[in-house]
């Protein structure tokens, strides 16, 4: 594996910049996450890769926002977010590719032998995607796509401006132009006053705010199926929350 | 691989008699699958494999009867069967073995990955692995593996009675000694009565009775979740079928 590029440096608190990303021009393929659950960053438009094959995993916001798949040679994702229960993984790959899988590895890890046997090679798990299914009519009696893509944007809007507005109370961690809104990290003034948090939350009603052991602070997960009414609720118990410790 | 025994002379209508079974004593190990879904045919007990240890495929009887478990080294399962829905595969192994396994596969194919992390290495199917905790509670509710092997018999003893009972109109393609509980094959005496059979059967309600493509004929699944009731409606009609048709 070779770097292409990183935000190290900063402790991954942003995506890096066109000018950022030094691409082999004889790299096999070029690989990103298009979104970081842990730091809570997301890539906004993706890198031109040229002659690159550029491959995303797209695990934890794919049904989140409409993107151009074109600019991708590959994209996998795991439904395990937005898409529907552990167990699954969709793969969209271009054509051309499947023929170009390594052949020393065993059938059932072959892409081709998936692309040749219409996904039917071995007993799939019928019930999750039969649960992917429901989730999909869902997303379109919400509007489809792009309707999805606007509900998240009004999410991330009263979410990050909340983090915002309290004068400082609440840090977001990544860099305005880098944030996620499928996973919003912040911080606030102490860690006594994190933990004060997330107990308070939690006593009324708000689960799961606990960040990423390796990173600590607040992390509001709002995948697709977080009602925009969850967040107003979170925002008015955080307004309330900063006012009294703040 | 060394095949140990073989039925193959005789399509498969038996489980290898004990002193058909030529092992290697140096071999790392011998497989046997415990139900075959084809051919309908089932071990009814072990064979004695002295210091080779056996290995045993059981997705499709698991939980459907009692046996040592100590005899094998390792059983493996899909859960799709009796356990649960498709997208989960119980793995039961000897401790000492987890070190014995290859190191030159992905840390995800790795027995040893997921002893060490509690099978929490990855995200686990979750809503699979919940589905198999509701039929396992379910099957306690029965009276636990007890009753279900004993309602698995007395359903065996129906279906095969009348399979048995009607004449010779309905032969049984497994011998006696090897019929499997879980998949129940045979013929009639030709093909256009099969064809008959299992379109009348349908619209009686009896679904999926079609034989494996490779064999033909009639092919009645009883997994542990098909209530004795069916299998008492379907003798039924079968009983009238014969009579109608022989």
New interface residues.
Partial sequence: VRVAGTTESVNFNRIPEPNEIQLDPNAAYVHLTSNNTIFGTQWKSFPKTGNVPLIGDMSSDILSRRFDVSQFVMVYA?A?KNLG????VVVILREDLIAKGRADIPAIMKYSTHAENDSLYN??????IY?VKLVLEWVKGLGGLAAVEKRNEEKGKLLYGTIDGQGGFYKGTADPKSRSLMNVTFRLPSEELEAKFITEAQAAGFGGLKGHRSVGGIRVSMYNALEPAGIMALTDFMKEFAKKNG
Same sequence: chains 1, 2.
Avoid: R, W
């Fill in positions: 795991g395990q229960p552990a167990g699954v007993t799939p798990p019928t019930y999750t649960l």
